[in-house]
């Protein structure tokens, strides 16, 4: 009969053996967690990576509880991306003194890489990529002015969730289309009407052709680019 200590403080998150059962002098009998403080590793794209540091703060939510919201630390930037997927590791640490965070839970963290100020912000399902906007940041939209749609190139900046930067190329107000985009020519003509909201709602070629074009006006707010 031996009396066996964990070299720290914790819980036990696993327990190998039962008394009286025959263990091996190199085997582990338990697992010791200490979940005051946890770590959250996250695979991002090398194009975030670059822009990542130690000590940026990083909002935490988990999908099995939606109503929670923590903030912590990037505390680790791997120095290595992946040759394969092309991503690298980052460590965000969160104050747990509640036990809530659990180790094991799959999390989201939200990062702020950077933030501009009175911006316009356009829909993101209102861009129409071209061959050349992954190089030059360059698409274009459909401006809804007179009753006619004109198309505008535009020079694309930061995106949050479903919103995109518009650095140049389109104004604060200006009604552009976010439906059927694709199908539409520069000058044909289109009605529009308002939702039940009193904002910009449908756009459709006249005399309308299948399912009407929903449209929406950019808006000027803040833009802050999350990985």
Do not use: K, W
């Amino acid at each position: 009969r031996s009396i066996v200590r964990a070299p720290i403080d914790g819980m036990v998150a696993l327990l190998a053996f039962q008394a009286g059962d025959m263990v091996a002098a190199a085997a582990p009998i338990c697992s010791v967690v200490r979940a005051e403080r946890v770590r959250l590793s996250l695979r991002v794209t090398e194009v975030d990576y670059v822009r990542l540091r130690e000590g940026m703060a990083a909002t935490i939510s988990l999908p099995a509880m939606p109503e929670l919201s923590r903030v912590g630390v990037v505390t680790l930037v791997s120095p290595v991306l992946d040759r394969l997927t092309r991503t690298a590791t980052v460590e965000v640490t969160v104050d747990n003194a509640d036990l809530v965070l659990r180790p094991g839970m799959t999390g989201r963290a939200e990062i702020e890489l950077a933030r501009r100020p009175a911006v316009v912000l356009a829909p993101a399902r209102s861009i129409v990529m071209l061959p050349e906007t992954d190089e030059t940041r360059r698409a274009a939209v459909f401006v809804v002015a007179g009753g006619v749609a004109h198309r505008r190139e535009v020079t694309l900046g930061l995106r949050m969730d479903e919103v995109i930067e518009i650095i140049d190329g389109l104004g604060d107000g200006e009604v552009v289309v976010v439906e059927g985009q694709h199908l539409l020519r520069d000058g044909v003509d289109v009605r529009t009407a308002e939702d039940d909201r009193g904002v910009a709602g449908l756009a459709a070629p006249t005399p309308p052709v299948g399912t009407p074009e929903v449209a929406a006006s950019p808006s000027e707010g803040t833009a802050a680019e999350t990985p």
